[in-house]
T-cell receptor, first 114, second 112 residues
Framework: GAGVSQSPSNKVTEKGKDVELRCDPISGHTALYWYRQRLGQGLEFLIYFQGNSAPDKSGLPSDRFSAERTGESVSTLTIQRTQQEDSAVYLC????????????FGDGTRLSIL | GESVGLHLPTLSVQEGDNSIINCAYSNSASDYFIWYKQESGKGPQFIIDIRSNMDKRQGQRVTVLLNKTVKHLSLQIAATQPGDSAVYFCAENELGDDKIIFGKGTRLHILP
C-alpha cells in the first residue's frame, strides 16, 4: 500500500500480558516515529528511528516499553506486563528525512487493557 | 517544560464560514510548525507546515499564520465544509531535536 500500515487495528488483552504492535512505514522513508495518544489527548512521543542510527528512546515511559526496527523497514513496539494505564491508541509515523519534513501517520492500534 | 497548547478545545462554525484555529507555543527555539487534521478513528493527516523564516503560507483553502513575536500560530480554513469536521493539532519542532511536540487539539464542529 501507499501509506503507513499498522497492525493490529485493535487489541484487547488482560493486565499483565505482553503485546506487540507492528508498523510498516512508507517505502523509502528513513525516519519512523511511535506516539501514544490517550483518549481526548494529544500525541505523546515515544521513540524515533532514523536509518541505522541509534534510536531516540527518550519518550518511552518505562522499561516495560521497547521498540525495534530492522533497517528502514518494519518496526515493532512491545509492551511487557501491560497495565491499565497503557490503554491508548498507539500511532506510527514515517517521513523521508529527519524533522523538517511532514510525517505520514498510520491509523494506529487501539490497545485496551482489561 | 516547553509545551504547545491550544486556546479553545472546541470550535463551532457555520458551514460556509471561515474557521480560525489558534495555537500558542512556548519554545522560542521552535523553527518548524505543522498543522494536522485527525478524523475519528484515523491517524493525523498533514495539512500544512511553515518554517520560522516565514509568517504566512497558503495551501488549498487553508492558510497558516505564524507570529514569532507572541509565539502564536493559527490555521485558517476558508469556506468551511462538513468534511472539515475533525480535531486539529498544531505541532512544533526545534532544529536539531528529533521530537515533534503536539498540542492537545481543537475539535472543529460544523453547524448546518
Amino acid at each position: 500500500g501507499a501509506g503507513v500500515s499498522q497492525s493490529p487495528s485493535n487489541k484487547v488483552t488482560e493486565k499483565g500480558k505482553d503485546v506487540e504492535l507492528r508498523c510498516d512505514p512508507i517505502s523509502g522513508h528513513t525516519a519512523l516515529y511511535w506516539y501514544r495518544q490517550r483518549l481526548g489527548q494529544g500525541l505523546e512521543f515515544l521513540i524515533y528511528f532514523q536509518g541505522n542510527s541509534a534510536p531516540d528512546k527518550s519518550g518511552l515511559p518505562s522499561d516495560r516499553f521497547s521498540a525495534e526496527r530492522t533497517g528502514e523497514s518494519v518496526s515493532t513496539l512491545t509492551i511487557q506486563r501491560t497495565q491499565q494505564e497503557d490503554s491508548a491508541v498507539y500511532l506510527c509515523a514515517s517521513s523521508l528525512y529527519r524533522v523538517g519534513q511532514p510525517q505520514h501517520f498510520g491509523d494506529g492500534t487501539r490497545l485496551s487493557i482489561l | 517544560g516547553e509545551s504547545v497548547g491550544l486556546h479553545l478545545p472546541t470550535l463551532s462554525v457555520q458551514e460556509g464560514d471561515n474557521s480560525i484555529i489558534n495555537c500558542a507555543y512556548s519554545n522560542s527555539a521552535s523553527d518548524y510548525f505543522i498543522w494536522y487534521k485527525q478524523e475519528s478513528g484515523k491517524g493525523p493527516q498533514f495539512i500544512i507546515d511553515i518554517r520560522s523564516n516565514m509568517d504566512k503560507r497558503q495551501g488549498q483553502r487553508v492558510t497558516v499564520l505564524l507570529n514569532k513575536t507572541v509565539k502564536h500560530l493559527s490555521l485558517q480554513i476558508a469556506a468551511t465544509q462538513p468534511g472539515d469536521s475533525a480535531v486539529y493539532f498544531c505541532a512544533e519542532n526545534e532544529l536539531g531535536d528529533d521530537k515533534i511536540i503536539f498540542g492537545k487539539g481543537t475539535r472543529l464542529h460544523i453547524l448546518p
